[in-house]
């Protein structure tokens, strides 16, 4: 029994030395501020005894419910069909494009790449294009069409090289998506109703009367 009391009367001891003279030994025990420091303005940050518990369920419902908000948010989608029938078409019930960009239906931006620099038209001369022969397939390729929609980098030099007779351009090479076709076909003079828009003859001013000989 005394043995037990002398043994109780040590640790009592040692407990109040520890809450008197080291502050940091009763630290031990207890969660205690630093010395020196007022508990009132140096809150104790404590760390997480473990990692809080994410539902994958609510977390998918939330990312749902933005998605829907985002959508309720957006303008509603262009009616299409409704933007076609306002183009006007030529004789053949294709869009004509030019008289589309005339009448200001629609308004290109000149590039393709954000990021670009809109140069603006640059030139109106128009290029006769050798069809192997076949004046009646003669196609007269139109800068001032073409330089209202895009600016000269868009074509030169990566499609088209500027030398005259670099490009060995033939229908097939067109419909495999290269030289004309990286464009058309796509969208403007979609084949196989739309021939003439690029298969055209402009005809020649007549030459001038010679002098005649006083």
């Known amino acids: 029994m005394r043995s037990f009391l002398s043994l109780l009367l040590i640790a009592c001891a040692g407990l109040l030395f520890a809450c008197g003279s080291q502050p940091t030994g009763f630290a031990l025990i207890f969660d205690v501020p630093s010395a020196g420091k007022d508990p ?6 404590r760390a997480p005894r473990r990692v809080p518990f994410v539902d994958p369920g609510i977390e998918e419902a939330k990312q749902y419910l933005a998605r829907l908000e985002a959508l309720a948010k957006a303008p509603p989608p262009a009616n299409w069909a409704d933007v076609f029938k306002r183009l006007p078409k030529d004789d053949e019930d294709n869009i004509d494009w030019m008289a589309a960009l005339k009448d200001k239906v629609i308004t290109p931006s000149g ?11 640059t030139t109106d001369d128009d290029i006769e294009l050798s069809t192997s022969g076949k004046p009646d397939r003669m ?5 001032a069409s073409h330089t209202q929609w895009l600016t000269c980098t868009n074509c030169h030099p990566a499609i088209f090289k500027r030398d005259a007779g670099t490009a060995k351009i033939t229908m097939a090479a067109i419909d495999d998506g290269k030289y004309c076709g990286v464009c058309h076909d796509k969208v403007a003079l979609a084949q196989p109703d739309s ?3 690029c298969h ?3 005809p020649k001013p007549a030459p001038k009367p010679a002098p005649k000989a006083s």
């Open 195 to 197: 021939c003439k828009s």
């Open 40 to 45: 009132g303005q140096v809150p104790v940050v």
């Open 200 to 202: 055209r003859i402009t």
């Open 139 to 143: 196609v007269v390729f139109s800068h």
């Open 111 to 121: 590039v393709i790449e954000a990021g670009a620099t809109d140069e603006g038209k």
